[in-house]
């Protein structure tokens, strides 16, 4: 397989990272593992520069972070014959992760093989993904995720960073479906969100989606509060929405989260949904 090749997740990767879209919790998926690995050092230069324009690669914290090997980069110790994190690490990591940072803006945890991890530990690490300390970013690293709980998947975002042409412009599906609901909520006819959500396919995807949606939404209300460049999305949901009400919608598209997290039917789900954004706007 060609990796020069770029990805549509590799992709919408980068572009989260430019625009400082990224969820505080991710998945990079890749069977051959080689994607994930040219990616890691990336992204945590990207996570403990300092800098305006991250990652700057010139400055001590990103040098720091070639091999990985910055003091704000934890990398989980791996056990037994499967090579994965138990729970006793995952509980290590609980610990360690409510202690700032030593020297960045931010603490990085890399979890490899997260895909083998035992339910246990997966149950101890989905308490700490649902309500994280400010200033963290957990990079999960898996061949298959869908060997992860749903629950796990419904609170994180998702990279496959295997070579696919979900897209020919290289703009991830999941990111895509968050824009057009976003782009649906200043519209005055609430039947247009409902259309822009109705394709929700399962939780894992609505929560993929609706995590995006979040990092639209607090986009919004940074360029609207404090003047930051923002996409023309959102530039009009801030002519169009008031910032207590982005405020609200973002609480609404909490509850959602927790909501997936129940087995819940997806058409009332969709429709709950709309109608709680349409309320909040």
Known sequence: MDF???SSGRNALRKALKLNRISHAIVLEDKYRKGIESELEYICRWAVCRENE?????????RKAEGLSHPDIYKAQLSGKMEAVNVEEVRNICSDAYIRPNE???KVYIIRNADRMQIQAQNALLKLIEEPPQ???FILCCERKDNLLPTILSRVTVYSLENSEKAEDGTDEVYAAAEIIAAAIPQSKGYNLLLAAKDFKDREYAGRVI??????????LKAKTAGTECSDTEKKLCEKVDAINLLNINDTLDT???RLGSNINMNLFCTWLCSEIRRKK
């Open 211 to 220: 995590r995006n949606l979040k990092e639209i939404i607090a986009d919004a």
């Open 135 to 137: 200033n963290i970013l």
């Open 256 to 258: 959602a989260l927790k």
């Open 54 to 62: 991250r990652p700057c690669g010139k400055c001590i914290q990103c």
């Open 4 to 6: 020069e090749k770029v």
């Open 104 to 106: 960045a803006a931010n």
